[in-house]
């Protein structure tokens, strides 16, 4: 069993805080981390595994956060969470066949595109999805679909995507293409923990402690988007695109 130093677990659990909150605002939660866990010496698989245990703690925060502000439309919810679940079950198999290292040169293209699409694109005035509304649930189906499974197979930016996905074709507002990507992330994360867990890879010692923080961030980073509104978000989002760039194209250069 690994174990860590109690300065280690403090410096996890404030990760955790912070992870959570940037998270519920515009993705990118486990760039903070991944890496952090790899800093205490725990291997690749493990620290994959426990990060994805403590992280559905953040998305469900955020979830209810949102719920309660009235931003997450029960019906879309209810298409999006068994969909992005059902895609990260897929994703996650995948990599058993694919080396996910295949996918970088294409996400550091979409992580562009989404940058560019986000900050471009003006959403529907109403905040609500455009066209008609059988139309716009399949959407959403397709992007949690095709979103939960890239969560489950490659995993950096899931958060960031759905939001992307969202603005861009249902064109809602940030804050509620926010709130629908934490339904849409809180499934895919379950989906993956449940599975990285029945592989004996999640350090529960380690994830359940950061889980507490999760809570906490997730629930204070949504608040602040409800809060602040769509500026606050689209500021999040780039910095968390330019981040991910920045990781992927140096894995990619040195072949990692």
């Known amino acids: 069993m690994h174990t860590l130093t109690l300065p280690e677990h403090l410096l996890l659990v404030f990760a955790a805080f912070c992870a959570g909150a940037i998270d519920a605002i515009g993705g990118g939660g486990g760039l903070l981390i991944v890496p952090a866990l790899l800093a205490t010496g725990l291997p690749p698989h493990l620290a994959l595994g426990t990060n994805k245990g403590q992280s559905c703690f953040g998305s469900f925060a955020a979830a209810i956060r949102y719920a309660r502000a009235g931003l997450i439309d029960r019906d879309t919810a209810r298409i999006t969470f068994p969909t992005a679940f059902l895609g990260a079950v897929v994703g996650t198999s995948l990599v058993l066949v694919i080396r996910p290292e295949a996918l970088r040169p294409l996400v550091l293209v979409l992580l562009i595109a989404a940058a560019v699409l986000v900050t471009s694109l003006r959403p529907n005035p109403r905040g609500e999805p455009g066209g008609p509304r059988g139309r ?11 979103i939960g499974a890239y969560d489950g197979f490659f995993g950096p930016g899931a958060g960031t995507f759905f939001i992307a996905g969202f603005v861009v074709f249902l064109r809602l507002k940030m804050a509620r293409a926010s709130a629908e990507a934490k339904v849409a992330n809180f499934a895919s994360n379950i989906a ?18 950061m889980a507490g923080a999760q809570l906490l961030g997730g629930f204070l980073g949504a608040h602040l988007a409800v809060r602040r509104g769509d500026r606050l978000i689209r500021g999040v989002v780039l910095a968390v695109v330019v981040a991910l760039v920045l990781k992927v194209g140096r894995d990619l250069y040195l072949g990692r």
């Open 136 to 146: 716009a649930w399949l959407a959403a189906g397709l992007i949690a679909l095709v």
């Open 192 to 209: 993956a923990a449940a599975i990285f867990a029945e592989r004996g890879v999640v350090v529960w010692s380690i994830a359940l402690p």
